[in-house]
């Protein structure tokens, strides 16, 4: 089983979610996360990096 891994930005937060936008596919949709799935820390332009399950902040 082959995992993949992607790198988002936090374009908005909206309550309990935020929308985070694909860096490697600007011209996709957005993605709509729970915030209890994403590290305490975030805030708007947050970059994250999506991996085997779980979003991490990339410094």
């Known amino acids: 089983m082959e995992f993949k ?3 988002y930005v936090v374009e ?3 309550g309990d ?3 985070l936008r694909n860096l490697e596919e ?3 949709e957005w993605k709509q996360v ?3 799935l994403l590290p305490d820390e975030i805030m708007e332009g947050t970059k994250l990096l999506y991996e085997l399950l ?3 902040v990339i410094r």
């Open 26 to 28: 600007p011209d996709s």
């Open 34 to 36: 729970a915030r209890a």
């Open 17 to 19: 979610y935020a929308m």
């Open 54 to 56: 779980q979003y991490s």
């Open 5 to 7: 891994s992607c790198k």
């Open 12 to 14: 908005r937060i909206d």
